[in-house]
């Protein structure tokens, strides 16, 4: 009995510091300025990054399984055996040629961005607080003129949430931003997959936004009859608050 109840005072000791505390949230006083630096939120499958573009509070929003998954080439015709035989004949060259050579013709198989949301900075003011509270895995900034912007995703269902309390709530309407999938003015066949290549090299047509008072639904087309839909819906629940 003695044994039993030292184990169970041991994994109840790990437990409890196992949790996080105030101590360990990110503080900061400003929004990042890169995507690379941003807030992340995220549930395993739908995430989002919290930093600053344009003079906007951008969102960048995305799914873990939102792909482009055409094939690039066959890779079914070899196997590793064949790439060993390869390295034993000092000929790894053909191997390259064949695995590596079509990722620099073809901007597929691809993981894809599904949209930005942004609210206009400039509306809410200068940010004096930024916190990632990981206890709650909630984003809360905090503006000089006292407005609040919390941002959640929910801890298993496919859903984000944001909540503005403050004066003039009306003011401060959020917006969705579709990546663009066609800009052949900008387009460059030449720059590899390492480099960043152009949405635009997919072929995709640009997706449309419905709009209205208190909602925006984005419908994106893919490829081979696949899309994808964002939905942005926002309610005013007082004077001085706001709630997707």
Known sequence: MKYLYLILCCSFTLFSFGQPTPDNNLHFDHLA????????????????????????????LDRADLWDERKAFAIENHNFNWVQQQIKNNSYGIVQQWGDAPYDRSPYPTKLPAASLFFDLAKFGTVVSNVLDLEQATNILRFKDGRILKT???????????????????????????????NNANKDENKSVVEGQDLARLGYKQGNIIRTSNYEVLHQKTYDDHFFEVVLRWEKISAIDLLL
Do not use: M
Request: glycine share 8%; hydrophobic share 35%.
């Open 33 to 60: 300025s890169r995507w690379d630096e941003a807030i992340p939120l995220g549930n395993g499958q739908l995430g989002a990054l919290i930093w600053k573009k344009d003079n906007t509070i951008r969102f960048s």
């Open 152 to 182: 959640f995703i929910h801890a298993y269902k496919p859903f984000g949430y944001f909540e503005i309390t403050g004066n003039n709530v009306s003011d401060l309407l959020p917006q969705l931003i579709p990546h663009q999938y066609e």
